[in-house]
T-cell receptor, first 114, second 116 residues
Framework: DTGVSQNPRHKITKRGQNVTFRCDPISEHNRLYWYRQTLGQGPEFLTYFQNEAQLEKSRLLSDRFSAERPKGSFSTLEIQRTEQGDSAMYLC????????????FGSGTRLTVV | AQTVTQSQPEMSVQEAETVTLSCTYDTSESNYYLFWYKQPPSRQMILVIRQEAYKQQNATENRFSVNFQKAAKSFSLKISDSQLGDTAMYFCAFMKRQGGSEKLVFGKGTKLTVNP
């Protein structure tokens, strides 16, 4: 494993289009997190998975957002009908047993909605 | 709800000198963890140092140390012998200790520039 991998690194899309991001966590890590980071802000929690189960969603995750983690492996985050306010860095992170020892973050996907 | 405040949006320091980044937080929890994460330009966020709230001893990791004042809800990061590679955004983060999502609550970050 080379760490948490996120694709694509950058995405430019027109307002109203749908986009999907992928995160491949470290293989033995059973928890996977999505965060959103806007300019000048710290990352904000969006959702997390324990294996394939999505256990918590932030109120930031409107009904245009959906996340999946089939078979407890990689995860996808889809944004439907994108808006300019969705422009941000989307970070994925994974942990093995406890976040108390720190997350392993991916490099993020930077979304620009024009 | 927990909040984390970093009052210094930007700081700069000369190479080899010492710099301290400030962080305060608000919580009603008694058991929690505090972290400093580093985010270099266009690179992934990495853990710098962590502190368990029930431990009074301040954490240290090589050139990085913290001043944890639980009663004051303060958690500052000291970087000694600053190096050019320390240039990055630094985020203070809070995590509840027991159960639940173990999600992180971040501050807005401090942009640190180390000058040669």
């Amino acid at each position: 494993d080379t760490g948490v991998s996120q694709n694509p690194r950058h995405k430019i899309t027109k307002r109203g289009q749908n986009v999907t991001f992928r995160c491949d966590p470290i293989s033995e890590h059973n928890r996977l997190y999505w965060y959103r980071q806007t300019l000048g802000q710290g990352p904000e929690f969006l959702t997390y998975f324990q294996n394939e189960a999505q256990l918590e969603k932030s109120r930031l995750l409107s009904d245009r957002f959906s996340a999946e983690r089939p078979k407890g492996s990689f995860s996808t985050l889809e944004i439907q009908r994108t808006e300019q306010g969705d422009s941000a860095m989307y970070l994925c992170a994974s942990i093995q047993t406890s976040g108390a020892y720190g997350y392993t973050f991916g490099s993020g996907t930077r979304l620009t909605v024009v | 709800a927990q909040t984390v405040t970093q009052s210094q949006p930007e700081m700069s320091v000369q190479e080899a000198e010492t710099v301290t980044l400030s962080c305060t937080y608000d919580t009603s929890e008694s058991n929690y963890y505090l972290f400093w994460y580093k985010q270099p330009p266009s690179r992934q966020m990495i853990l710098v140092i962590r502190q368990e709230a029930y431990k009074q001893q301040n954490a240290t990791e090589n050139r990085f140390s913290v001043n944890f004042q639980k009663a004051a809800k303060s958690f500052s990061l000291k970087i000694s012998d600053s190096q050019l590679g320390d240039t990055a955004m630094y985020f203070c983060a809070f995590m509840k200790r027991q159960g639940g999502s173990e999600k992180l609550v971040f501050g807005k970050g401090t942009k640190l520039t180390v000058n040669p």
